[in-house]
């Protein structure tokens, strides 16, 4: 059986580990042709390698215009087009208004917001090319409800969110036939996070799977979320915030 996106091609930022990897495997399992992209050179490379060459591996800093130009430049020359831009590369970093340096601020601007930002360009410009596609951004639950202890970071993830819809609004009343939509996550089994969980504990014991009033999820299941938006069955959702929270959201307000 043909897979969901079968004979798309992907860009997936931020692929070499957490939702970024699960996601290119995801893209990779159901037919398309992935090129993925992070600073991680060890981690992209190994993750390449094991999929047998069913996914190309690009070193890219996200939040660099330049390296924006080269990977596009790439896809442009190998593929000669872009069906589906996953905005993932991004930072954690906890502070309140009080704890969060200006230097947290900048940094999480950079690297969560500018890179959106540089991606939703570069992938509206060689999309609309082609007759379409679609842009999913990694967002955050932090980015549409408060929290306290994450200032900068959900006001990076918050940015992230308007412009998604803005993006959306624009391509639409253009006619490119690109969508653009956002994902909210709350708390993922990844890397980036573990430092968030007890020492000495089972990090399982804080996902959904042990208990439904948990928060915690995998990043095959965010990586679901980014499929459906990637797949045409989606091609009427468009300028969304996409929630992955296991209902912490809506038992918060």
């Known amino acids: 059986m043909a897979g969901r996106i079968e004979g798309k091609v992907a860009l997936v930022t931020g692929g070499a580990s957490g939702v970024g990897r699960a996601t290119v495997e995801c893209f990779v399992r159901e037919g398309a042709q992935v090129v993925f992209t992070d600073l991680n050179v ?5 993750l390449a390698a094991g999929l047998d060459g069913k996914a190309v591996f690009i070193r890219q800093d996200a939040a660099s215009a330049a390296d924006w130009d080269a990977v596009m430049a790439t896809v442009r ?3 000669g087009r872009l069906d589906i831009l996953v905005n993932n590369a ?3 970093v906890k502070g309140s208004i009080e704890d969060a340096t200006l230097d947290d601020w900048q ?9 959106v930002f540089l991606g939703c360009k570069a992938g509206v410009a060689l999309m609309k ?14 980015g549409i409800a408060a929290k306290e202890d994450y200032a900068a970071y959900g006001a990076s993830k918050a940015a ?3 412009l998604t819809r803005a993006v959306a609004a624009h391509c639409r009343k ?4 690109i969508r653009c939509n956002s994902i909210h996550p709350d708390g993922i089994m990844t890397p980036m996070t573990a430092g968030s969980y007890p020492k000495g504990i089972d990090p399982t014991r804080f996902t959904i799977d042990a208990d439904p009033m948990n928060r915690a999820c995998l990043p095959e299941d965010v990586a679901a979320a980014i499929l459906f938006l990637a797949d045409d069955a989606s091609r009427a959702v468009n300028g969304i915030e996409l ?3 296991s209902g912490q959201f809506v038992m918060s307000i």
């Open 243 to 245: 929630r992955v929270d």
């Open 160 to 162: 992230i969110a308007g």
């Open 77 to 79: 020359e190998r593929f």
């Open 90 to 92: 991004g930072i954690l």
């Open 174 to 177: 253009a006619k490119y036939r």
């Open 42 to 46: 060890d981690a992209g490379e190994s």
């Open 129 to 142: 090319e082609g007759g379409g596609g679609s842009i999913i951004n990694m967002s955050s639950i932090a």
């Open 107 to 115: 940094r999480l601007m950079r690297i969560n917001a500018d890179s």
